[in-house]
């Protein structure tokens, strides 16, 4: 049992929304602002817009029967002519893209820090770390943590030598039919391009053009609706194509052992296996490169700024982000996790976001204790549960806070599933792990548009798209409510989320229904509104000791 958990519990006794609301005074006239709770039997029946979609995270379950986190709703009733402090945030993740236009004026810039001289000006151990710390250098694939076990049977036990033979083996199996897959969609989009353009004339060409095709053709008709599916997101058909091959030429890596037989980490020149080995990496966060397009995506959804009539809206509005780059396309090494959350909390960041996330952590030790050291200065962890549809009480996934499965050996770190946008029996996304003892919260993580490399915008899904909205939500309460602990707004995400109640389809599998509250330790979605409301509440009571 999770005392710490019961100790919280006791002490949010008085703050629990059941009967209660907090005021505000407008003008002369003081007006009530009740908790929102979810609409029971109301579902939105005409599909989102295209403004809905790009923006639906942002929404309101009551007003708009969208599972959003009620930030837009948090903005005009709660946060309007608040004053509010800057919060820096760091994206633990694959590089963030520093000159987007949408986060160049809110990237964190170590003021301690005399760019260009070649200088540890601030004797942190990273010369001229301006705008972060790139603990990858020119990495960008790496192995898998499995194969890496494989290679080095001696640096575990037996059982964890099977387990990750196991995982290799399922991982082999799931690669060869996924690569079959990709290669049968690519080639269903070469064919029905190739009709497109005949038909149309042109090899460029736009939602529109297929539109005004009329036909009764049944393979043009089926061409429509192929190329149809990859515009209507705004996806360009040769980007398409270009990602189905890149994600077929990293299957046969996979498969040939092509992968496992590069040592990736030798261009560092750092020894992986030595915590103390620090100065490795260097100060370019590769920010244009497309490696860098997760992170860029992740730091938009926390900070895109808002109302600029460019791409998305991001959750917080007075936030800097901090690029920490540490994650590969592949698994990556505890080494860097631990270095990076520590760089991170010594240079002012008081929210890291962690969307990443692997089976397998023989170093996990350096890990949780770089969390511990998080814990000790105030500092919250916001991490994705990962997407394989499993259970994480039953199958663990790292990093983690709790080496039994069980027990929180930490305060300070909060892990978030992913919702879809349907309200319903679907609102938990098809991929998303689950798990009622290390699973927090569920928060908006299907169809999120924020930005990418090159001021471009794309959408994109994963628990990866969710932690980021819970770390916006998160960086809103740090922002507004400075005098509030990291352990105390790790509380305010699970104790003021809307509760759901019905039963959700788990896995895309309809066979698999369950109760939502069976998914997570709180049973609920974040929101941003009653996570505000009980923070205004809290941060006007006398200090308690937790």
Known sequence: MNTTRLLYLSAFATLTFAGCSTTKQVSNSTVKLPPISA?????????????????????????????????????????????????????????VDINHEDLKDVIWTNKKEIPGNGIDDDKNGYIDDIHGWNFLGDITNENYEF????????????????????????????????KVKSENLLSSINESDAILEKRLGKSVYSIGDLNSIVTEDPEILKSKEII?????????????????????????????????KTNFRKVLGDNPNDITDTKYGNNYLLSNKPVS?????????????????????????NVLIMPVR?????????????????????????IINGSFGKSFSPQKQWVFEAIKYAESKDVLIVHSAGNDAKDIDIEATFPNDSQDKVTEFADNVITVGALNFDYGDKIVAYFSNYGKLNVDVFAPG????????????????????????????????RSNYPNLSAKQVKHILMDSGVAITTDVIVGGKSTDIRSFTTLSQSGKIVNAYNALLMAEKLSKKKKFIL
């Open 39 to 95: 609409p029971l039997n109301s579902k939105k029946k005409a599909p989102l817009s295209e403004n809905e979609l790009k923006r639906w995270s942002q929404l309101d379950i009551v007003k708009d029967t969208i599972p959003g986190m009620s930030v837009d709703r948090a903005y005009a009733e709660i946060l309007k002519g608040k004053k509010s402090v800057p919060v820096i945030v760091a994206i633990l993740d694959s590089g």
């Open 293 to 317: 397009l997760h992170g860029t995506h992740v730091a938009g959804i926390v900070a895109q700024l808002r109302n600029n009539d460019k791409g998305g809206d991001g959750i917080a509005n």
């Open 228 to 260: 149809g599916k990859i515009l209507s997101i705004g996806i360009p058909v040769s980007e398409r194509k270009l990602t189905i091959q890149k994600q077929i030429d990293d299957y046969n890596a996979f498969l040939n052992g092509e992968n496992a």
């Open 147 to 178: 194969d890496r076990i494989l290679g080095n049977k001696n640096s575990v036990d037996e059982a964890t030598y099977l387990e990750a033979k196991a995982a290799h083996d399922n991982q082999f199996d799931k690669s060869n039919k996924a």
């Open 326 to 350: 540490a994650v590969p396309a592949g698994d990556e090494y505890d080494k860097d996790i631990a270095l990076g959350i520590r760089y991170a909390v010594d240079n002012g960041a008081k």
């Open 446 to 477: 299907v169809k999120i548009y924020a930005t990418t490399p090159n001021n471009s915008y794309k959408y994109l899904q994963g628990t990866s798209m969710a932690a980021p909205n819970v770390a916006g939500v998160a960086a809103l309460i």
